[in-house]
């Protein structure tokens, strides 16, 4: 089992920055990749940006620019940084994690849908922009 626990959202003016973590519990299990999604109230779920197992990176197009994602493999731990925050990134921020296997079926952004062997959320960290 993947335990996956997001941190570092709160309050921050706009303009401002902060940077999110997500860390994966997963230990004897490969990770495929590590994508950040938000969702805010009354929308759908979106994509922010994922890390995949090559290194690889992509962004959602309003992150373009003023979000960078990295990872501490060593850590099995994705960070977000956000900078140049605006009003409308207010959202609950979620972090997803594949790992790699056979059994499941996991979306992993830029790749589709890919054969896992598990797909694992955490419960989201909020960030909230003001004026």
């Known amino acids: 089992q993947v335990q996956v626990v997001e941190s570092g959202g709160g309050l921050v003016q706009s303009g401002g920055s902060l940077t999110l973590s997500c860390a994966a519990s997963?230990?004897?299990?490969?990770?495929?990749?590590m994508t950040w999604y938000r969702q805010a109230p009354g929308k759908e779920r979106e994509f922010v940006a994922v890390?995949?197992?090559?290194?690889?990176?992509d962004y959602g197009h309003f992150a373009q620019g003023r979000f960078s994602i990295s990872r501490n493999n060593a850590k099995n731990t994705t960070y977000l940084q956000m900078n140049n925050l605006k009003l409308e990134d207010t959202a609950v921020y979620l972090c997803?994690?594949?790992?790699?296997?056979?059994?499941?079926?996991?979306?992993?952004?830029?790749?589709?849908?890919?054969?896992?062997?598990?797909?694992?959320w955490g419960q989201g960290t909020q960030v909230t922009v003001t004026s």
């Open positions: 997803n994690v594949p790992i790699e296997g056979y059994g499941h079926s996991c979306t992993i952004p830029g790749w589709g849908r890919v054969s896992c062997g598990g797909d694992y």
């Open positions: 997963a230990s004897g299990f490969n990770i495929a990749a």
């Open positions: 890390i995949r197992s090559t290194g690889s990176t």
